[in-house]
């Protein structure tokens, strides 16, 4: 069985860092592409940054040049360095990610989520 497991969240203020991890862990044959996504009180979950099944990295306009994903295929974990938070960072920070597990299908899991909150 697939477990996607996010730790690293928490409070911060305004201009500080955050780094959030996910490791896929169980049956993981591969994996196709990870991400993150997040999703504030009263929003819809929005798409932060990702890789895709190319190596290829995208980030949404709000925090390219602020956050970095980045991954360690040996441990199947996923990165997200957090720099210059805002309030509007505040959200539920969820990962995601496509995985081949023990029968060989692709299916896509989510993480149970971490919270970061910037606030002063």
């Known amino acids: 069985q697939v477990q996607l497991v996010e730790s690293g969240g928490g409070f911060v203020q305004p201009g500080g860092s955050l780094r959030l991890s996910c490791a896929a862990s169980?049956?993981?044959?591969?994996?196709?592409?990870m991400g993150w996504y997040r999703q504030a009180p009263g929003k819809q979950r929005e798409l932060v940054a990702g890789?895709?099944?190319?190596?290829?990295?995208y980030y949404s306009g709000s925090v390219k040049g602020r956050f970095t994903i980045s991954r360690d295929n040996a441990k199947n974990t996923v990165y997200l360095q957090m720099n210059s938070l805002k309030p509007e960072d505040t959200a539920v920070y969820y990962c995601?990610?496509?995985?081949?597990?023990?029968?060989?299908?692709?299916?896509?899991?989510w993480g149970q989520g971490t919270q970061v909150t910037v606030s002063s």
């Open positions: 995601n990610a496509d995985i081949m597990g023990s029968s060989w299908d692709v299916k896509a899991y």
């Open positions: 169980g049956s993981v044959r591969g994996i196709n592409a």
């Open positions: 890789f895709t099944r190319g190596g290829s990295t």
